[in-house]
């Protein structure tokens, strides 16, 4: 997998039981596959960060939810690197991004599944510069990479 330029959603809930499982069964119900989650407080309120596989669909989902107080919602382009059986990739990706002045503001993995590689996810002041310097230094190193 290329390192990707995808959405990331950031939704403040309510810190009270049944936030959390209530936003990702409306992603669930719709179908809406997630490519990353976290989630981290943010007192006095929660607050999860999301990566669908389709921005389109997880808009789809979030403008009604919206409506009923979840949010406010926060969209933001992240870089999306493949991890899986690489395991410095995210010291590898982080040393060339600062070699070349990209600045990571803020980071997390999420475990591959149903056969999906592992990925990291990366918010950076500029994404356009961070999948340009990615590209330009073929990183990850890969067979896969090296025929695209």
Same mark, same amino acid.
Request: no cysteine.
């Given at each position: 997998m290329r390192p990707t330029l995808m959405t990331e959603f950031s939704v403040?809930?309510?810190?009270r039981p049944g936030e959390l499982a209530g936003l990702l069964g409306a992603f669930e119900h719709?179908?809406?596959d997630l490519a990353a989650v976290c989630v981290a407080e943010h007192s006095p309120r929660g607050l999860v960060r999301v990566v669908p %596989?389709?921005?389109?669909?997880a808009?789809?989902?979030?403008e009604p939810l919206v409506e009923t107080g979840v949010g406010p919602v926060v969209e933001t382009p992240v870089v999306v690197i493949q991890t899986q059986h690489r395991p410095r990739a995210l010291l590898e990706v982080s040393m060339l991004l600062a070699?070349?002045?990209?600045?990571i %503001?803020?980071?997390?993995?999420?475990?591959?599944?149903?056969?999906?590689?592992?990925?990291?996810?990366?918010?950076?002041?500029?994404?356009?510069?961070a999948l340009e310097v990615i590209d330009r230094h073929r990183f990850p190193a890969s067979a896969e990479h090296d025929a695209a």
């Open positions: 403040y809930l309510d810190q719709a179908g809406v %596989e389709s921005a389109a669909a808009r789809a989902v979030l070699d070349n002045r990209v600045n %503001e803020r980071v997390y993995a999420a475990q591959g599944v149903d056969g999906r590689p592992g990925r990291a996810v990366l918010a950076v002041v500029d994404p356009d510069a």
